[in-house]
């Protein structure tokens, strides 16, 4: 195929994804210099389409960012009044006491929020001041300069057919080209993916480690609706399958948000983390809070998992990674959105510095340094035990050990050093033969669902005919290996049943239904061999989220 002509548009920082990492870094750059040219690209339909977060959020990288979000109107209307923490069974549960927990994890102070309409509204205050924001544009590829810098990416391409060629409607996209790329993406971004592998930026780092969230938004019994509080819980179901947890949100009108984690690095390829989900919701305690209430959303992403050790460097030849791009979750808090905003101010304040002095193309020197060493490495640091201890020794040496560990950090203590993470989530995963099979309830239609009839409450379109944003290195893996020595986990593992396994024995094939994929990476990242990589589809496609 002849190669491709496209337009070129030059700016000065140019930003992929419309998050609070990528928007926060826009209205920095705007705030310190309003002459900049700044461009967002966001993948979603609109802004907050594909954000899928908690959320409670620490407000302390929006207080520096926009001071007075109050009276500007930011969607932060429902402050945290109450923090529960509960050990459950399966049929019980054991309150854990508020004045054991570290300091670090009252949630005194935060608000519940919606972070797709926190990005909306930060879409708006970036707009106002001149920032150039494009929805439904995919990034799909990497601009290389002459010396091998991140020059700017491809952005806008339409219209391939299912083969990849080029169909009767294509748009080649355009090319933007910028002093500085600065790559928001969250977890996992395919662009991110590339340049931390070509520039080798986690070469010092331990490897990442991920769980898988899924949230459904529910309007319950207004009798029961208890504004302002937060439960978080531990152990049943999961109990030794897996690590992870739960949390319970509400937020105004009458609605809760009810989510679950699963930590992807869980042994047995049985486990399957959806149906972990739905079975939680039969607790006695949930179950009695969702009694009479309705879903009325649904939707799922990867998390960021290993913390301090694992963030790559931040800094590559003309850009930096934002945010959950390179990971920058605090674990025990469940929380990455304040440290993705104060990300974002971090690299605006260096690249203004350095266009400033001529400079473009360059290592924004100073970045990684300002986020290890401040506010972001600070939070980070004082939990970065937690997740390895729970990986090796299991939940209660996580709350006891990794407890202490926290608290003796917060005195600027650290006597257990830094733990390393050990196997990725992909090594991570034994043959199917050394692990029992899991057998897990139906779902009842009322409290639990299944995959499809709640991917439905996600909103997920993907035009049918373009190519599959999801690549397999080597189509014969997921039948030959995956299935035969792990039982094909992918059937189980993505939270919106993108694959299966149709046929049986020598007719068996491997099946990739696209069109329903909420773009969580799960597979990315949790794929025992390997073999799937998470592309972009075109712009716009995906899930539309509403209020998560």
């Known amino acids: 195929m002849a190669e491709i002509e496209r337009e070129a548009m030059e700016y000065d920082v140019v930003i992929v994804g419309a998050g609070p990492a990528g928007l926060s870094a826009a209205i920095r750059l705007k705030q310190l210099d309003a002459d900049l040219n700044v461009v967002v690209l966001e993948k979603g339909s609109e802004v907050g389409a594909h954000i899928l977060s908690g959320a409670v959020l620490d407000p302390v990288g929006l207080n520096k960012l926009i001071p007075d979000w109050k009276d500007k109107g930011a969607p932060l209307n429902v402050p945290v009044k109450e923090d529960n923490f509960y050990m459950l069974g399966e049929a019980g549960q054991l309150r854990i006491p508020n004045i054991v927990m570290p300091p670090l994890m009252n949630n005194h102070g935060n608000y519940i929020v919606s972070m797709g309409n926190v990005c909306r509204w930060m879409a708006e205050q970036a707009e106002e001041m001149g920032v150039e924001i494009f929805p439904g544009m995919s990034c799909s590829e990497i601009v290389y300069g002459e010396n091998g810098e991140v020059k700017g990416v491809v952005a806008g391409e339409f219209g391939k057919n299912a083969d990849g060629t080029p169909g009767p409607s294509y748009e080649p996209g355009m090319e933007l080209h910028g002093k500085y790329v600065f790559l928001g993406e969250g977890v996992r971004g395919s662009l991110s993916k590339q340049v931390i592998a070509k520039y080798d930026l986690a070469a010092k780092s331990d490897v990442q480690k991920y769980g898988l969230g899924m949230k459904e938004i529910w309007e319950i019994d207004p009798e029961k609706h208890s504004e302002g509080t937060v439960t978080h819980t531990m152990g049943w179901p999961l109990e030794g399958n897996a690590g992870g947890g739960s949390f319970i949100y509400h937020l105004e009108n009458n609605q809760v948000y009810v989510g679950f984690v699963v930590h992807l690095n869980y042994k047995n390829p049985h486990v399957f983390p959806y149906m972990e989900f739905q079975r939680f919701k039969h607790h006695p305690q949930v179950a009695e809070l969702l009694k009479g209430g309705k879903r009325v959303a649904y939707g799922a992403r990867a998390i960021s998992e290993g913390g301090y050790q694992s963030m790559p460097q931040l800094e590559f030849p003309g850009g930096a990674l934002l945010g959950c791009a390179a990971g920058m979750v605090n674990v025990p808090r469940i929380k990455g959105n304040h440290n993705a905003m104060l990300s974002g101010i971090e690299a605006a304040e260096v690249a203004v510095d350095a266009i400033k002095a001529g400079r473009s193309g360059d290592l924004l020197d100073g970045y990684d340094k300002a986020v290890r060493k401040g506010e972001i490495g600070n939070d980070l640091k004082k939990v970065r035990n937690v997740k390895p201890l729970w990986s090796k020794y299991g939940l209660l040496a996580s709350l006891g050990i990794g407890g202490m560990d926290m608290w003796m950090n917060t005195f600027g203590i650290g006597f257990l050093g830094t733990l390393a993470h050990g196997k990725s989530d992909a090594d991570a995963t034994e043959e199917a033969s ?59 593992y993505c939270p919106a049943g993108v694959y299966e396994f149709v046929g049986e024995g020598a007719e068996t094939k491997f099946q990739i239904n696209f069109q329903n994929c909420v773009h969580c990476k799960t597979c990315d990242i949790k794929d025992p061999s390997q073999n799937i990589t998470w592309t972009v589809p075109q712009g716009g496609d995906g899930p539309n989220y509403p209020n998560m």
């Open 434 to 492: 050394k692990h029992k099979e899991i057998h897990y309830p139906k779902p009842d239609g009322t409290l639990s669902f299944d995959r499809l009839t709640n991917v439905s409450f996600s909103f997920t379109n993907h035009e049918e005919s373009q190519p599959a944003h999801l690549h397999l290195t080597d189509p014969d893996v997921p039948v030959s290996v995956n299935l035969a020595k792990y039982a094909g986990p992918s059937a189980r």
